[in-house]
């Protein structure tokens, strides 16, 4: 059992730096270009013109101020939360875009000129959703509830 | 005395709180000094939509650009269309600029209406030359099919 408890974890770890290691890439592209991921974020026609450029702006720097909170372990189960309610956004903005047949780039990771594949971007928010929620339910002040 | 601890709830949401209003300080600083913020405005700023029927009654010379993927215009196209597309901008503009003509209306169409690559085309076109006649194909290239068959 006590052989058990490190490798648990380093395995948290791991999982930490990945979920917070990409959410930080990600919003590090999309701050330094806010028109061009507007731009991507219009291609969904889900939302008013003057609020995909209000999130547009905002949206970046929560990725950025949350994947700093997980990796920093400040405000830790906050930060999963968010990044979880993130996920669980961009997977239903995903699904219906994709339902709708829209050619679009997803916009995940800044604006690329390549149109990603929609099914391969909804099951990566998903992925990284659940990963969010795994590691809210192993801190320390939800685990202990 | 002390205050007692707040419930692990409280906190998470007091936290989260936090970094929601954090994140909104930069955001604030990025929509005012950022060297590539977006251009407020209520509306989106879009192209004019010509349907096929309208282009026919033109007298002007027309240049047609294909926005879709270099595959697809492979495949087919508009006859005498250029393929000028976002992934390969650069190494398509110089093809571009060799048969434009000042007097020359430009449509740019996609796939279809579910498409956005016309109107980014359009868009950066019109930004980056200059240019005023310039147009996007209602329904695209589908719509070139269903009066082309």
């Known amino acids: ?145 | 005395m002390t205050a007692a601890p707040a419930s692990p709830t409280r906190q998470i949401l007091r936290d989260s709180a936090r970094l929601l209003f954090l994140a909104l300080i930069p955001a604030i600083l990025a929509g005012w000094l950022h060297p590539k913020r977006p251009v407020w405005s209520w509306s989106k700023p879009g192209v004019t939509e010509v349907n096929l029927s309208e282009i026919t009654r033109w007298s002007a010379p027309l240049i047609w650009i294909d926005a879709r993927s270099s595959a697809a215009f492979q495949k087919e196209h508009v006859p005498g269309a250029i393929l000028l597309n976002e992934d390969q901008w650069e190494q398509q503009l110089p093809h571009f600029l060799e048969v434009w003509q000042p007097n020359a209306k430009i449509i740019v169409y996609c796939d279809s209406a579910a498409c956005d690559a016309s109107q980014a085309v359009a868009l950066r076109l019109q930004r980056e030359l200059n240019l005023s006649s310039i147009y996007v194909l209602q329904e695209g290239w589908a719509s070139w099919l269903q009066s082309n068959p």
């Open chain 1, 1 to 145: 059992m006590a052989a058990i408890q490190p490798m648990k974890t380093i395995a948290l770890w791991i999982c930490r730096l990945l979920l917070g290691g990409t959410f930080a890439y990600a919003a590090v592209q999309k701050i330094a270009e806010p028109t061009a991921f507007a731009t991507d974020i219009e291609h969904f026609r889900l939302l008013p013109h003057p609020l995909t450029l209000a999130l547009a702006l905002y949206l970046p720097w929560l990725e950025l101020f949350c994947s700093a909170a997980v990796l920093a372990r400040k405000y830790e189960p906050s930060a999963l939360l968010l990044i979880a309610l993130m996920c669980g956004v961009f997977f239903i903005a995903l699904t219906s875009a994709w339902c709708r047949d829209l050619d679009i780039n997803c916009g995940c990771f800044g604006h690329s000129n390549a149109t990603s594949a929609l099914p391969w971007a909804i099951a990566r928010s998903l992925a990284l959703g659940l990963l969010a929620l795994l590691l809210f339910k192993q801190s320390p002040s939800v685990s202990s509830q």
